[in-house]
Structures are given as C-alpha cells and as structure tokens.
C-alpha cells in the first residue's frame, strides 16, 4: 500500500510504486527447492491490490518481460522517437 510510503516515492516512480510486492510461500517443500523445478510456486507477487500464485519460471518470465521493456523504451528514446 502506498499511504505508508513516501509520497514523494509515490509521485515520484508512479502509482504502482508501492504496491509493487512478494510473499514467499513459508510451506515450500525442501525437495522441490533442491530440484529447482521450475513449476514451483514460491509465493505470491503482489501488484495494484492483486494476488497472483507464481512459479520460479513465471518470474523469470516477468524479469524477462520488465527488461525487454526498458530496452524498447531506452532505444525508442534515443532515436528520437519522444521529441516532440
């Protein structure tokens, strides 16, 4: 929740800033950590006020997607494309 944050963090990074979050599952079985399975969930990441269940290969997926995004923005930028 962004109210016991900085609201100068708030207005600075966005309104998604603060509720931005993960939970790590507590009841996680040790053999599936060992075996590094990709189908398993550790935990649940929080955004806006919503739940998700999430698997190790589905963050990956979402750090994947987050840099993909600030690549396209920062070469998109420095071609010119936001000056006008």
């Not at 507590?26 to 053999?31: H, K, Q, R």
Request: a positive charge.
């Amino acid at each position: 929740m962004t109210h016991g944050m900085d609201q100068e963090k708030v207005k600075r990074y966005g309104n998604l800033f603060g509720t931005i979050d993960f939970v790590l599952d507590e009841n996680l079985s040790t053999e599936r950590i060992r075996n590094k399975k990709s189908d398993t969930v550790v935990g649940n990441f929080e955004i806006a006020g919503k739940s998700y269940s999430i698997t190790l290969a589905e963050l990956d997926r979402i750090i994947e997607t987050a840099e993909a995004a600030k690549s396209t923005f920062y070469k998109s930028y420095s071609m010119g494309r936001y000056n006008r």
